[in-house]
């Protein structure tokens, strides 16, 4: 009999950091559980590899990274004599790997479609539960930092905040996997200049230029790759699939589908009997079920299911125009007027295939501050603190509008 027990503090290579620490055996134990590992049939931008091929990169990975520029952000604040207990530091750990949990297939589309009334922030609470009782209340303190009701707020910050260690990773890993070099921002040395003041996240006064940056490349990032127009049109359409297979579903159409997605297409799932059975439904849902159902589902008898599913498979996406301001509601009447005609579809249908929506990005929310500590020992925001007029630019959310319909 193999006495021997498993190695836990495992070595990860990552293409971007290079090799990453596992720093216990707790952590070892929640990345290997079937919850987590669920992240790796995740990808982390959705449709985005229809525009930019390299972006196969998964949740599970973005997760990982995000812990290990935790670990070097736990080592910056120490070696500054923030005092950071053992507890804290693991709890840190633990929310930072886990923020991303509740994201269902296709990161964003479910949301928008058959999980309704939850957020993934919701179900990535309802998770961590879960895996409290299993760890026998390991969890406590991370769910705790995780709802912002710690009394030490950087802890808070260091999760969530508009410097965070997850924008810290998704920026930098998804610029390198899509090749875009203007999301390229330095992580180490935004990390290298973190300090706590008044229980506040701040960043030392002569790390303001790569806070610039940092904000600079979010917005270009999300103008140039999360809200690129193919992505969007992709998405949307998803959303419209999902939609329609629900109809259908709700109506008792037969549809094709893995036990997981036929459980959230048969049933009304709302927050409220979101419960056991359909959490453990939801961590058997991904990517691979999604995509295995469209390829199915275009040949359904349904023609706004197999032909929008059809679009998908094959990469022959509907149109799309953005402008500045709405589009008329008259032009749009009259898409869909053409679109029913010609493919002999009634006025409903055909808005599957024609919709107009609105997108904004807002590079920096002034209600959440990023502060700089200067010399003397003041914080100031960085809107105020920066000589670049235009970071108060940043602060106006910018909104376009787009309408879509077939070529």
Same mark, same amino acid.
């Given at each position: 009999?193999? /006495?021997?027990?498993?190695?836990?503090?495992?070595?990860?290579?990552?293409?971007?950091?290079?090799?990453?620490?596992?720093?216990?055996?707790?952590?070892?134990?929640?990345?290997?559980?079937?919850?987590?590992?669920?992240?790796?049939?995740?990808?982390?931008?959705?449709?985005?590899?229809?525009?930019?091929? *390299?972006?196969?990169?998964?949740?599970?990975?973005?997760?990982? *990274?995000?812990?290990?520029?935790?670990?070097?952000?736990? *080592?910056?604040?120490?070696?500054?004599? %923030?005092?950071?207990?053992?507890?804290?530091?693991?709890?840190?750990?633990?929310?930072?790997?886990?923020?991303?949990?509740?994201?269902?297939?296709?990161?964003?589309?479910?949301?928008?479609?058959?999980?309704? *009334?939850?957020?993934?922030?919701?179900?990535?609470?309802?998770?961590?539960?879960?895996?409290?009782?299993?760890?026998?209340?390991?969890?406590?303190?991370?769910?705790?930092?995780?709802?912002?009701?710690?009394?030490?707020?950087?802890?808070?910050?260091?999760?969530?905040?508009?410097?965070?260690?997850?924008?810290?990773?998704?920026?930098?890993?998804?610029?390198?996997?899509?090749?875009?070099?203007?999301?390229?921002?330095? !992580?180490?040395?935004?990390?290298?200049?973190?300090?706590?003041?008044?229980?506040?996240?701040?960043?030392?006064?002569?790390?303001? #230029?790569? %806070?610039?940056?940092?904000?600079? =490349?979010?917005?270009?990032? #999300?103008?140039?790759? #999360?809200?690129?127009?193919?992505?969007? %049109?992709?998405?949307?359409?998803? %959303?419209?699939?999902?939609?329609?297979?629900?109809?259908? =579903?709700?109506?008792?159409?037969?549809?094709? !589908?893995?036990?997981?997605?036929?459980?959230?297409?048969?049933?009304?799932?709302?927050?409220?009997?979101?419960?056991?059975? /359909?959490?453990?439904?939801?961590?058997?849902?991904?990517?691979?079920?999604?995509?295995?159902?469209?390829?199915?589902?275009?040949?359904?008898?349904?023609?706004?299911?197999?032909?929008? !599913?059809?679009?998908?498979?094959?990469?022959?996406?509907?149109?799309?125009?953005?402008?500045?301001?709405?589009?008329?509601? !008259?032009?749009?009447?009259?898409?869909?007027?053409?679109?029913?005609?010609?493919?002999?579809?009634?006025?409903?249908? =055909?808005?599957?295939?024609?919709?107009?929506?609105?997108?904004?990005?807002? =590079?920096?929310?002034?209600?959440?501050?990023?502060?700089?500590?200067?010399?003397?020992?003041?914080?100031?925001?960085?809107?105020?603190?920066?000589?670049?007029?235009?970071?108060?630019?940043? /602060?106006?959310?910018?909104?376009?509008?787009?309408?879509?319909?077939?070529?």
């Amino acid at each position: 009999m193999n /006495t021997k027990k498993p190695n836990k503090l495992k070595i990860l290579n990552d293409p971007i950091y290079g090799f990453i620490q596992i720093p216990n055996t707790l952590i070892f134990d929640i990345i290997e559980h079937p919850y987590f590992q669920r992240l790796r049939r995740i990808t982390q931008m959705g449709f985005s590899n229809l525009v930019y091929p *390299g972006a196969n990169h998964t949740r599970f990975h973005h997760a990982i *990274g995000c812990m290990h520029l935790m670990q070097k952000a736990v *080592g910056v604040l120490r070696f500054k004599e %923030v005092l950071i207990s053992s507890e804290e530091e693991n709890a840190l750990y633990v929310a930072i790997l886990l923020h991303d949990i509740g994201h269902g297939a296709f990161s964003h589309a479910l949301e928008h479609s058959i999980v309704s *009334g939850i957020s993934h922030e919701e179900i990535s609470l309802n998770f961590m539960k879960k895996l409290n009782k299993e760890f026998d209340g390991k969890l406590n303190l991370a769910i705790e930092v995780f709802e912002g009701k710690n009394p030490r707020k950087f802890l808070f910050q260091l999760i969530s905040s508009q410097l965070d260690i997850d924008r810290l990773d998704y920026l930098k890993r998804d610029s390198f996997y899509t090749g875009v070099t203007e999301g390229n921002i330095s !992580s180490d040395r935004l990390i290298a200049m973190m300090n706590v003041k008044n229980d506040e996240l701040v960043i030392e006064e002569k790390g303001i #230029y790569s %806070v610039e940056k940092f904000l600079i =490349a979010r917005r270009l990032m #999300y103008w140039q790759v #999360y809200l690129h127009k193919t992505g969007l %049109v992709a998405e949307n359409m998803l %959303v419209n699939v999902l939609k329609r297979a629900k109809e259908l =579903a709700e109506e008792g159409v037969e549809l094709f !589908s893995s036990t997981s997605l036929k459980y959230f297409l048969y049933n009304q799932i709302s927050e409220d009997n979101f419960n056991d059975e /359909t959490l453990n439904m939801f961590a058997k849902l991904d990517d691979y079920d999604v995509l295995s159902a469209i390829k199915e589902w275009s040949n359904h008898e349904d023609k706004v299911l197999s032909l929008l !599913s059809k679009m998908i498979i094959n990469r022959k996406l509907l149109k799309i125009e953005i402008q500045q301001k709405e589009f008329e509601k !008259s032009d749009l009447d009259k898409k869909i007027k053409q679109v029913a005609k010609k493919l002999k579809l009634s006025i409903n249908d =055909a808005k599957f295939f024609v919709f107009s929506k609105k997108i904004a990005n807002q =590079a920096y929310q002034q209600e959440k501050p990023i502060f700089i500590l200067n010399k003397k020992g003041n914080i100031k925001d960085i809107a105020q603190a920066s000589d670049q007029l235009n970071l108060q630019a940043l /602060t106006t959310p910018v909104i376009k509008h787009f309408i879509c319909y077939p070529k």
